[in-house]
């Protein structure tokens, strides 16, 4: 047997210690509700292989299982890796192409295999990938150890109406036996279908005017924009808000009761037939109190909507990897970052629709072996992570950009440091798992300071996060003694409370969402609802200047919503603040009855000069010159006015005329 030192968190350790693996999880889409009485595609493998081919140097084969993975689900045949397998080793299955054009549009679409997969939980996975260029592939499906026959299905609602191929992928690593189970055997499958599923889609429709208006400083004003569901779900849709080089929160959706036709609408009535108004859910742009997480064996992101009931979670999708650290970048809650910790590479996720995007490599320097922790620094603009291995832990910052890993320093006396946290106000904390304790962490020195003891064994994956709403630090935590469970840390001593268990499973790359930095001079009401096949609201967007400095604000409105063919529309919003026409200066000059004036003024064009010069004569031009008739004294006036009101000026001007006397010299 090899050590993997830390590899799962202390997975050897525990192990030895003679804990028993929990079984590694399917991916987290096990059953649907299906209408299989409108297929688009079935193969039995039976008469044929199906125009599958074993793609590589590891190879898959079409007919009779190998023994180990015997009998068949159905009927003979199926597709299968070599059995045993090769250690080190990736297998790809690819399918012939798949026509879904004609793919019903208004429900999802299942993907549906039975599967017998054998291989060793934690380190060696399967996938089912999707393409439509059959050269860039998206995980639909991520699973481990399943050794019995077993339906699988995943969502392929993205592609309806596209032509795409599946990929069946192994990976495996060092082949290794345990005394229950030897991992040998490898992966078959049988019986691929696709057809839709009885969930119908809503289908969203935004009828917007241009949202930017001009307005004076401390006025309001009012756009009206209609959200309409022309699908035959009901559609949940939520707004918020993204000022220019801001970051981007996006909520996502959980369950809703069903709504009555009748319900009576919240918003003001809108302007259609009686009846017709639509049933509105009040909602809040304030989010918190809800966090994401990656169950380790799965390699899937969940939603935890509420840290009060960690118990409950709702799935959002998988990563090809296996993630211990993950952090949000401040309050930028679309997208986790996390760390492959097997390909050593940077990713994000999406938290609304689980897409994975790579970033690049992100390597630590030798001897720093895996990535444990991660956590953003409001107050330096850093991303930090953390290592631990054979030597001490380590402290690295990321290039969020490129992935690089620039190594700080080593974290002092705590070489089983497991995962780390940063508060507001910048202090690092970290989870010391051979000590059982909670430390207080220097980000420059790696100095360390032990608060005290958690107060439970830590094993296997552990996470942390501060709730910057209120400033707790909750655990992710693996109790060895009852399973993975949501824990908050007392700051002061390290003990730690516990709120609850999860579902189940190891979670880790636990990131909470915070606060988000709400747009000020922006607001819309409802913000939020939920609408039912047919209906429609008129969300009123209001625009406010109070306040605001002279000048143009940008932002985007975001419409999130559970239609899975657009789940985000942006619409882009501008308030330009005009300034209000101000005199600060008249310069004139004066020759003879000739007089030119020279105003400085500030204020928004277009500006509007009106001239009265005091003797019956006007100009509208910016600098006029004006010729008096005769001398005497006058009284002009400049008066300045753009949208935002008036400014006068006026000034006494004495003019005389000049007389020059000749000076008469006699000689006498």
């Known amino acids: 047997m090899r050590m993997r030192l830390l590899m799962s968190r202390l997975f050897l350790a525990i192990f030895l210690c003679g804990l028993v693996l929990p079984a590694a999880a399917q991916s987290p889409v096990e059953s649907a509700a299906v209408r299989p009485d409108i297929p688009y595609y079935f193969e039995d493998f039976e008469a044929s292989n199906g125009g599958y081919l074993s793609v590589g140097d590891h190879p898959w084969t079409w007919g009779p299982p190998p023994v180990g993975l015997t009998p068949p689900h159905s009927g003979v045949n199926v597709w299968a890796t070599e059995s045993p397998y090769q250690a080190y080793a990736v297998y790809d299955l690819h399918s012939q192409?798949?026509?879904?054009?004609?793919?019903?549009?208004?429900?999802?679409?299942?993907?549906?295999?039975?599967?017998?997969?054998?291989?060793?939980?934690?380190?060696?996975?399967?996938?089912?990938?999707?393409?439509?260029?059959?050269?860039?592939?998206?995980?639909?499906?991520?699973?481990?150890?399943?050794?019995?026959?077993?339906?699988?299905?995943?969502?392929?609602?993205?592609?309806?109406?596209?032509?795409?191929?599946?990929?069946?992928?192994?990976?495996?690593?060092?082949?290794?036996?345990?005394?229950?189970?030897?991992?040998?055997?490898?992966?078959?499958?049988?019986?691929?279908?696709?057809?839709?599923?009885?969930?119908?889609?809503?289908?969203?429709?935004?009828?917007?005017?241009?949202?930017?208006?001009?307005?004076?400083?401390?006025?309001?004003?009012?756009?009206?924009?209609?959200?309409?569901?022309?699908?035959?779900?009901?559609?949940?849709?939520?707004?918020?808000?993204?000022?220019?080089?801001?970051?981007?929160?996006?909520?996502?959706?959980?369950?809703?009761?069903?709504?009555?036709?009748?319900?009576?609408?919240?918003?003001?009535?809108?302007?259609?037939?009686?009846?017709?108004?639509?049933?509105?859910?009040?909602?809040?742009?304030?989010?918190?109190?809800?966090?994401?997480?990656?169950?380790?064996?799965?390699?899937?992101?969940?939603?935890?909507?509420?840290?009060?009931?960690?118990?409950?979670?709702?799935?959002?999708?998988?990563?090809?990897?296996?993630?211990?650290?993950?952090?949000?970048?401040?309050?930028?809650?679309?997208?986790?970052?996390?760390?492959?910790?097997?390909?050593?590479?940077?990713?994000?996720?999406?938290?609304?629709?689980?897409?994975?995007?790579?970033?690049?490599?992100?390597?630590?320097?030798?001897?720093?072996?895996?990535?444990?922790?991660?956590?953003?620094?409001?107050?330096?603009?850093?991303?930090?992570?953390?290592?631990?291995?054979?030597?001490?832990?380590?402290?690295?910052?990321?290039?969020?950009?490129?992935?690089?890993?620039?190594?700080?320093?080593?974290?002092?006396?705590?070489?089983?440091?497991?995962?780390?946290?940063?508060?507001?106000?910048?202090?690092?904390?970290?989870?010391?798992?051979?000590?059982?304790?909670?430390?207080?962490?220097?980000?420059?020195?790696?100095?360390?300071?032990?608060?005290?003891?958690?107060g439970f064994d830590a094993g296997y994956s552990q996470g942390m996060d501060f709730d910057d709403t209120t400033g707790t630090l909750y655990l992710a935590a693996y109790n060895v003694a009852t399973g993975a469970e949501l824990r908050i840390a007392n700051l002061s001593t390290g003990a730690t409370t516990l709120v609850g268990a999860f579902p189940g499973g190891e979670v880790d790359a636990f990131a909470i969402v915070g606060p988000i930095p709400d747009t000020a001079w922006l607001s819309e009401d409802p913000a939020g609802g939920s609408l039912l096949p047919g209906q429609c609201v008129t969300v009123a967007v209001i625009f406010d200047s109070t306040g605001m400095a002279p000048g143009v604000y940008e932002a985007e409105l975001l419409i999130n919503n559970d239609d899975p063919h657009t789940p985000r529309i942006s619409l882009p919003v501008e308030m330009a603040v005009a300034e209000a026409a101000t005199i600060v200066d008249v310069a004139f000059t004066t020759a003879g009855f000739e007089v030119s004036f020279d105003p400085t003024v500030i204020g928004t064009a277009p500006l509007t000069y009106t001239w009265a010069f005091g003797d019956g004569g006007t100009s509208g031009v910016e600098d006029p010159t004006h010729v008096y008739a005769h001398g005497g004294c006058y009284t002009p006036t400049l008066t300045l006015t753009n949208r935002c009101g008036e400014d006068t000026w006026h000034e006494q001007i004495c003019l005389y005329r000049s007389y020059y006397l000749p000076i008469i010299s006699k000689n006498f």
């Not at 995980?139 to 990929?167: C, H, P």
Request: proline content about 6%.
């Open 97 to 454: 192409w798949i026509d879904l054009t004609s793919a019903d549009p208004t429900h999802d679409l299942i993907l549906d295999w039975w599967q017998k997969l054998d291989i060793e939980p934690r380190f060696e996975f399967a996938y089912v990938d999707v393409s439509t260029d059959g050269s860039n592939w998206q995980t639909v499906w991520f699973g481990s150890k399943r050794d019995v026959w077993e339906n699988a299905v995943a969502d392929l609602s993205a592609y309806i109406g596209q032509t795409v191929m599946l990929r069946f992928r192994m990976t495996s690593d060092y082949p290794m036996q345990y005394a229950d189970w030897a991992i040998n055997d490898g992966w078959a499958i049988d019986d691929v279908s696709i057809y839709s599923g009885s969930r119908p889609f809503p289908a969203i429709v935004v009828d917007a005017p241009p949202l930017d208006v001009t307005l004076c400083p401390d006025q309001q004003q009012t756009a009206e924009m209609e959200i309409c569901n022309t699908g035959v779900g009901t559609l949940n849709w939520s707004l918020a808000e993204l000022e220019a080089g801001g970051d981007v929160p996006v909520p996502r959706f959980t369950a809703q009761k069903a709504l009555d036709a009748n319900t009576p609408s919240v918003e003001r009535a809108s302007e259609r037939a009686p009846g017709q108004a639509a049933p509105v859910a009040p909602a809040s742009n304030v989010l918190g109190g809800r966090a994401y997480a990656f169950e380790v064996f799965s390699a899937h992101l969940y939603e935890i909507p509420d840290l009060d009931t960690p118990g409950v979670w709702d799935v959002v999708g998988g990563l090809v990897a296996t993630t211990f650290a993950g952090a949000f970048k401040g309050s930028d809650y679309s997208q986790e970052y996390v760390i492959d910790n097997n390909a050593r590479q940077l990713w994000t996720v999406n938290t609304t629709t689980g897409a994975t995007t790579l970033i690049g490599p992100c390597v630590p320097n030798p001897g720093d072996r895996f990535w444990q922790g991660m956590s953003w620094d409001e107050t330096t603009d850093r991303m930090y992570a953390s290592t631990n291995g054979a030597g001490p832990a380590a402290l690295y910052t990321l290039n969020l950009e490129t992935g690089a890993a620039t190594k700080v320093t080593n974290i002092a006396n705590a070489p089983c440091t497991i995962d780390i946290a940063i508060d507001s106000s910048g202090q690092m904390y970290g989870h010391e798992a051979c000590l059982n304790s909670l430390l207080r962490i220097d980000k420059v020195t790696g100095a360390t300071t032990v608060i005290g003891p958690t």
